[in-house]
C-alpha cells in the first residue's frame, strides 16, 4: 500500500465564501500514482470546513451559506472573546474532512458532486490536507 501527501492553499475574499476545489483533488489523486484507495481531504482550521455538493448550480452555494447564516445569526449570545464564535459553529455542522474512495486513479463522486472548502471566517490564507493511500499502479 502507498500513501501520498499533499496540500491545497487558497487564499480566501470574502467572510464566508465556499471554494470548489474538486479540480485540484483530482490532480493531486493522478500525480498520487494510487488507483484503488481513499483520499481523505482535511481542514485544520475550526473556522473553515470540506464538504461535498452540487457543483452545477452556484446557486446551491449560495443557499447554503445563507441558510447556515439564519441557523447561526453573528449576533447572539456568544461569550468567545475573539469574536468569531459563529464561524467555529458553523465548521462544526459542515464538517472538517471528507474521504472519498479512488477508482481507477480518480476520485468516485456523483454526476454533480464536487468538493468545496467553505470559509466561515476570512479572508484568510488557508490550507487543505489531501491524503490519497492505497495500491499505485506497478
Known amino acids: 500500500m502507498a500513501t501520498h501527501h499533499a496540500e491545497i492553499r487558497l487564499r480566501t475574499t470574502a467572510r464566508e465564501v465556499t471554494v470548489d476545489i474538486t ?13 484503488d484507495g481513499l483520499c481523505l481531504i482535511a481542514s485544520a ?17 449560495s443557499d447554503l451559506l445563507a441558510q447556515l447564516s439564519r441557523i447561526v445569526p453573528d449576533a447572539g449570545d456568544f461569550r468567545h472573546a475573539e469574536g468569531n464564535s459563529p464561524a467555529h459553529i ?3 455542522l459542515v464538517g472538517s474532512d471528507v474521504t472519498l474512495a479512488v477508482r481507477q486513479g480518480d476520485c468516485v463522486l456523483g454526476r454533480w458532486q464536487g468538493v468545496y472548502f467553505a470559509e466561515l471566517d476570512g479572508p484568510r490564507a488557508r490550507v487543505a490536507t489531501v491524503t490519497v493511500s492505497g495500491d499505485a499502479l506497478v
Open 45 to 61: 482550521h475550526t473556522t473553515a470546513g470540506i464538504f461535498l455538493n452540487e457543483n452545477a448550480d452556484p446557486d446551491v452555494q
Open 90 to 92: 458553523k465548521s462544526v
Open 23 to 35: 479540480d485540484r483533488v483530482r490532480g493531486i489523486v493522478r500525480a498520487s500514482g494510487i488507483q
